[in-house]
């Protein structure tokens, strides 16, 4: 029962966290410093090559450099940041090589993501779920790749259209055409 107990105390805590580190770490937060940036100048070294590529297909946008960056600040603004969130955190979970520490990231992930009601629920099917709580036993780099790929699925379908015909793609692409001057 104590172990109940100290589950549900910890999972108030995490949420709560997340709570207070939104509001006192807007300043500090990656996703919020690249929106700050893209909105005032973007980063020199981005091209407009980067830029234009990222409108091919989602697969582009999410394996260039700041495509996935200035993508998760867009969705921060839609306030539909889960998704990025959480794939982004499976690709740092995979490289987890501890198992120690896979495990207490992969609890996290579950507490954080997957759980339902969690402060950042993403949408999955419930034998997607059920399976990851089977897996997040004996967690493996693989264990949350079948949520990941619906997520992906869901950005893919949903809101990358909307981040493509979005204002701020559009104005990105005019700040950084060859001939625009700041």
Known sequence: MTYIAGESLELTKLHLNAQVQEKMNRRNCWICKMCRAVSKRPPSNLTLEEVLQWAQSFEKLMATKY?????????????????????????????????WSRTSRAKKLYKIYIQPESPREINIDSSTRET????????????????????????????????????????????????HNS
């Open 67 to 99: 495509g996935p960056v200035v993508y998760a600040a867009y969705l921060k603004m839609e306030h539909s940041d889960e998704n990025i969130k959480f794939w982004m955190a499976c690709e740092t979970y995979k490289k987890i090589a501890s198992r």
């Open 132 to 179: 990851i709580i089977k897996n997040i036993q004996e967690p493996t780099p693989t264990c949350f790749e079948e949520a990941q790929k619906i997520v992906y699925m869901h950005m893919e379908r949903d809101s990358y259209p909307r981040f493509l015909k979005s204002e701020m793609y559009q104005k990105l692409l005019k700040t950084i055409q060859p001939n």
